[in-house]
């Protein structure tokens, strides 16, 4: 499962699955793979969601970024430990260090300080995903960086804890250099996580199933399952909404296509004139069934024509109502006569007023857009008053109305939304030519197809600057 931020706003008209359980989607988990003899797919399935289910899902976010971020914190304490527990346990037969174990403190102090950024900037973000499976590389650095703390403490209890070592200095060292390692893995880190997948090596076709809306992307060398994240995150904001009302075809002619099928049986022995009787209805149901898309185009000029007429009619509307509103400027009312505290309204009393002569041109329009599930009155009164605030034209208000915007603009971000990775290979997996895998949900699916980028040979051709000089050939009819 994949969280990812944003859950459409469906008209519950057009809802296309009725008799299912509202989670059913949320909670399929779909397993690839071979049975083996004692244990089939179905008990794999039935065992993984067991697991999930028993851990919520606030825990399985949480509980990498915590474990990761106690390693960190036994990691940056442990130099520490090292300085201190001599200092503690036997400092009256500690040689003296001066002057170069101060210098060497400066410089762990301030190793430890860009450790301490530099893993807030690169570690401590939130995380906007729940991947299905464990991140290889993160998982990796985590193993290395336990290794060799627990390296160093092995090595610390041996050499130094034991026999308790006398030269603080050597001890000092010994801390600079864990530091000094602490920091080779992070930059490690900053290579594998964030630099490796930025230049391009894969084109990605983003298929959205419910309608064929498509995207082409290129990404870097990623896992199955991190492009799965960044294809939503694109999604989101390239895709526009998905609205399963503009889909089918209209009922009128889908009424006319199911009336026009008959049911024969051929089994029966017939006369003749039935027989061909019989025929005639189904050549005729056939005749009909080919005028369909004369209807169908006579039927969308139709729609097309209706649209454009409530949309004039809106356009009107929200201009004259907008020529009602005149923000009070402080330097106009120094120079005219004040005005009366009844007359000046907040902008939220002042979208309330110019909503009422546009509310019912907006209304018509939404239904003929089929948008009316995705913007009720409270929301477009909140976004008149926005508008209002800052001062926005008309045109600039009916931006959002008349061309649908991303998915993302009609969403609720304080949701979740659970997407289920389909593919045949595990998610962990890289990238590589011919991968398809899917990112389903209720109502639709992401289908996305991986191309190699091409490998480009180019050449270079020098051009001599001498070869650029013409010769004009005069003639005695033309004006020069």
């Known amino acids: 499962m994949i969280q990812a931020p944003g859950e459409p706003l469906l008209d519950p008209e057009s809802t296309l699955v009725d008799d299912r359980d509202d989670n059913w989607g949320e909670t399929t988990t779909v397993v690839t793979g071979t049975s083996v003899d004692s244990i089939s797919n179905e008990d794999l399935t039935r065992i993984s969601k067991d697991l999930e289910d028993s851990l919520p899902l606030d825990c399985r976010r949480y509980i990498s970024p915590v474990l990761g971020a106690i390693l960190g914190l036994i990691s940056v304490i442990t130099p520490l430990a090292f300085l201190a527990l001599p200092q503690l346990l036997w400092r ?52 290395l960086v336990f290794l060799f703390v627990a390296s160093y403490w092995l090595f610390y209890g041996v050499r130094v804890l034991e026999p308790q070592e006398t030269d603080y200095r050597g001890i000092v060292g010994y801390a600079a250099s864990l530091v000094d390692a602490l920091l080779f893995i992070q930059y490690l880190a900053l290579v594998l996580l964030e630099v490796r997948h930025l230049q391009p090596a894969f084109c990605l076709k983003v298929v959205r199933t419910a309608d064929g809306v498509s995207r082409f992307y290129n990404v870097g060398h990623l896992s199955i399952q991190r492009a799965g994240v960044w294809v939503l995150d694109q999604y989101y904001r390239d895709f526009p909404v998905y609205n399963p009302a503009l889909i089918n075809l209209p009922k009128s002619i889908l009424t006319k296509k199911m009336s026009s099928f008959k049911v024969y ?23 009909r069934r080919d005028n369909s898309h004369n209807e169908y185009y006579y039927e969308e000029a139709e729609v097309e024509r209706r649209i454009r007429k409530r949309r004039a009619r809106l356009v009107v509307a929200v201009e004259e109502a907008f020529t009602h509103i005149k ?154």
């Open 92 to 143: 009256d037969t500690l040689d003296p260090c001066g002057t170069p174990c101060e210098g060497l403190y400066i410089s762990l102090a301030f190793k430890l300080l860009i450790l301490l950024i530099s893993t807030w900037a690169l570690f401590l973000r939130p995380s906007r995903a729940t991947l299905p499976r464990f991140f290889v590389f993160r998982c990796l650095l985590l193993a």
């Open 265 to 287: 049986n051929l089994e029966e022995e017939n006369t003749n004139n039935s027989t061909g009787q019989s025929r005639a209805m189904i050549a005729a149901a056939a005749r």
């Open 327 to 480: 923000r009070h400027q402080d330097e106009e009312t120094a120079t005219s006569s004040p005005k009366h505290p009844r007359e000046l309204m907040d902008p939220r009393e002042a979208a309330q007023a110019i909503f009422a002569p546009m509310a019912r041109a907006m209304q018509k329009y939404l239904r003929a857009t089929r948008q009316q599930s995705y913007h009720t009155m409270e929301s477009i009164i909140n976004y008149l008053q926005f508008c209002i605030t800052h001062n926005m034209t008309p045109k600039a208000f009916l931006e959002r109305y008349l061309s649908p915007g991303p998915t993302l603009q009609y969403l609720d971000n304080n949701r979740g939304r659970r997407w289920t990775l389909v593919s045949e290979e595990p998610v962990t997996t890289a990238l590589r030519q011919g991968q398809v895998f899917s990112l389903k949900r209720l109502d639709f699916a992401l289908v996305v197809k991986v191309m190699p980028l091409p490998f480009l040979d180019l050449a270079e051709e020098f051009i001599d600057p001498k070869s650029h000089k013409f010769v004009m050939k005069l003639q005695s009819e033309t004006s020069v």
